[in-house]
């Protein structure tokens, strides 16, 4: 019972040293900034890039996985990973800031990359149905199929991984990240170079988030 008084009041303390230092609350607060204007502006972006014509790519690896339905099990596993990531990082705001950084620098990597490589999505591709992105960000007249170079939801899994430090919860993300990868294959709703190359920008984007951390106060623990 004291161990678990002291985790529980370590918790706030953490909040509160790391509340104290301005470069912290001015990083955090630019950062959920950042991230609310992304949101609000990825319906146009997305609007933008389904409309236009793109080129379809040839992908021996893909052709060999029949196209299945597996929207369920996808975010399944997506959102449990979300829940073991928070219960995480919630509690060390140093690494919390990385994360969100993270994410935000891969979504504009994503929005790079999509500008510049139109693409068409890959043959027998069935929609990905996800309750909560498109209700509230992907939200169109039909389903979004040409959001593909690179996987979002296999590098935000990645992200999370990353974010669990030396923890036994980096492996079980790890497979998850593995699985979602295969699932959004199985689907067809998305190519495996998109898939192979999300890990690379999540570690990129983790790496670079970690400067605007300031990666010596970072709980790694």
């Known amino acids: ?15 509160q040293s790391a509340w104290q230092q301005a470069a912290f609350r001015y990083r955090l607060l630019i950062t959920l900034l950042l991230l609310v204007l992304l949101v609000a502006n990825l319906p146009h972006f997305f609007a933008w890039v389904q409309a236009r014509p793109g080129v379809r790519l040839s992908d021996p690896l893909l052709a060999l996985l029949p196209a299945h339905e597996v929207s369920w099990p996808t975010f399944i596993v997506i959102y449990i990973s979300a829940g073991l990531a928070f219960s995480y990082v919630l509690p060390r705001p140093y690494v919390l800031l990385r994360l969100l950084g993270a994410y935000w620098l891969m979504q ?3 929005i790079m990359l999509l500008a510049l490589l139109p693409l068409e999505p890959p043959l027998g591709l069935l929609p990905l149905r996800d309750p909560i992105i498109d209700t509230f960000i992907y939200v169109s007249a039909g389903p979004i199929t040409k959001d593909l170079f690179f996987s979002g939801h296999t590098a935000t899994v ?4 990353l974010a669990m430090g030396t923890s036994q919860r980096r492996r079980w993300l ?5 699985v979602v990868g295969f699932l959004v294959m199985v689907q067809h709703v998305h190519y495996s170079y998109d898939v192979v190359a999300a890990p690379i920008f999540a570690l990129g984007c983790y790496w670079l988030a970690g400067w605007w951390a300031d990666p010596a ?5």
């Open 1 to 15: 019972m004291p161990h678990l008084i002291a985790a529980s009041n370590s918790v706030p303390a953490a909040w």
């Open 108 to 110: 504009i990597c994503r």
């Open 158 to 161: 990645m992200l999370f991984a």
């Open 174 to 178: 790890l497979a998850a990240t593995a």
């Open 217 to 221: 106060a970072n709980e790694l623990a």
